[in-house]
């Protein structure tokens, strides 16, 4: 019970924070915003064929875990700690939160994807001030968590493959608002970091080019 209880709470967590997020890009479809769920450039397609799998895998293994103690590879973890299991939780469930609080940032410049077309607004207040990308920086530190509570061969892989995508995505998302708003956007990008702020006072938009 102490062995499934914590990675029990973790798979619901993950599964209501992904369902959020198709709950927004879903209404965002029925109000005729475009939320780039299946991204209009190609490679934005090719990258959302890769991370589908990756997101089934990270909210399906604590559901696994939990379920069995005899799992085959490279299912089964090389160990369960329960503190660690624990202490994983919290760190997902704080995350969450904080994700929720960019989300609601955000608003309707809610986007998971790029259209090259579209002139993407810059979002640089909250916790957009300290940091260019916090709900990147707060999904890797999500799966982080969930790697140390399940560290089997499955998921140290899915983990480090949504890294390297959240790095790669991330800067592509930069190239892109560098060419819709060249000059605004390199001085918040020359101000604030990409994952960890840069200072501790918060970034001031001087707004528009």
């Avoid at 299946?38 to 696994?64: A, C, D, M, Y």
């Amino acid at each position: 019970m102490n062995r499934a209880v914590p990675l029990l709470l973790l798979g619901i967590i993950l599964a209501t924070y992904w369902g959020c997020v198709m709950r927004m890009a879903y209404r965002a479809r029925i109000k005729g915003r475009a939320s780039n769920l299946v991204p209009p450039e190609r490679i934005g397609k090719i990258l959302r064929l890769v991370w589908t799998p990756i997101i089934v895998i990270w909210v399906s293994h604590p559901f696994l875990t939990a379920h069995s103690r005899r799992q085959s590879w490279p299912w089964r973890p090389f160990y369960y700690d329960s503190r660690i299991a624990w202490i994983a939780l919290f760190i997902v469930a704080a995350c969450f939160v904080a994700t929720w609080i960019c989300w609601n940032r955000m608003g309707s410049a809610w986007r998971m994807g790029i259209d090259p077309a579209e002139k993407t607004a810059l979002i640089a207040s909250g916790p957009f001030a300290y940091v260019r990308h916090p709900i990147y920086a707060l999904s890797q530190l999500m799966m982080l968590a969930t790697v140390a509570a399940i560290p089997s061969l499955l998921m140290i892989g899915t983990g480090i493959t949504h890294l390297i995508l959240l790095q790669w995505e991330s800067r592509r998302e930069e190239a892109h608002l560098l060419r819709v708003q060249p000059q605004r956007y390199a001085r918040y990008q020359s101000q604030v970091g990409r994952f960890l702020p840069k200072r501790l006072r918060p970034y001031i938009d001087a707004g528009e080019d």
